[in-house]
């Protein structure tokens, strides 16, 4: 049974960088695309990125100059960096899996972790 | 970018009712489209992928249809915990991009 689970801080001030992992629990990390998404509160869903084994990561470009997402295997994490954040980057932060059995579809998630950027 | 526009917004229905909600892409996106089910307070969940496939546990009375630029979301008979928001998403190319979702609420 893979679960996901999200961790970092909750509230980030304006300027600096927000800082979360994903820890993946019960399934090898590679031959999966493991990405975020988020969240504003009551709003839609958007993906920021994702990261393959081995390969590069892939962003979104509406935050490509300001996102890294990188891959810890060993530990059996991926984690998101966003710098320069804003009142804008308010909001639910979700880990997921894509491509079990080559499915494009996101398929596990994690709860989600909620990220409040305020002075 | 790819843009998934989602109809409609919201829509009000009663238990045993048939739903139905459709997704339409900016291009065409092959089959590569999934619904998910959100509920308050809760991570996404998938229901369908690749269009028409459902995913593993998720009842039959959700379905999936459609290809190309139009897609449509079912459900057959509207259960309590059905009252939810359901997003379609495609996986044709990067950005991932999502609808803007369809909250159906109890009448």
């Known amino acids: 049974q893979v679960q996901l689970q999200e961790s970092g801080p909750g509230l980030v001030k304006p300027s600096e960088t927000l800082s979360l992992s994903c820890t993946v629990s019960g399934d090898p990390m590679r031959s999966f695309y493991w990405s975020w998404i988020r969240q504003p509160p009551g709003k839609g869903l958007e993906w920021i990125g994702y990261i393959y084994y081995s390969a590069n990561p892939n962003y979104n470009p509406s935050l490509n100059s300001r996102v890294t997402i990188s891959l810890d295997s060993s530990k059996k994490q991926f984690s998101l960096k966003l710098t320069s954040v804003t009142a804008a980057d308010t909001a639910m932060y979700y880990c997921?899996?894509?491509?079990?059995?080559?499915?494009?579809?996101?398929?596990?998630w994690g709860p989600g972790t909620m990220v409040t950027v305020s002075s | 970018d790819i843009q998934m526009t989602q109809s409609p917004s919201s829509l009000s229905v009663s238990v045993g009712d048939r739903v139905t909600i459709t997704c339409r892409a900016s291009q065409s996106i092959s089959r590569y489209l999934s619904w998910y089910q959100q509920r308050p307070g809760k991570a996404p969940k998938l229901l369908i992928y690749?269009?028409?496939s459902l995913q593993t546990g998720v009842p039959s009375r959700f379905s999936g249809s459609g290809s190309g630029t139009d897609f449509t979301f079912s459900i057959s008979s509207l259960q309590p915990e059905d009252f939810a928001t359901y997003y379609c998403?495609?996986?044709?190319?990067?950005?991932?991009?999502f609808g803007g979702g369809t909250k159906v609420e109890i009448k």
């Open positions: 997921a899996r894509e491509g079990f059995r080559g499915v494009r579809a996101f398929d596990i």
């Open positions: 998403q495609q996986s044709y190319s990067n950005p991932r991009t």
């Open positions: 690749d269009a028409s």
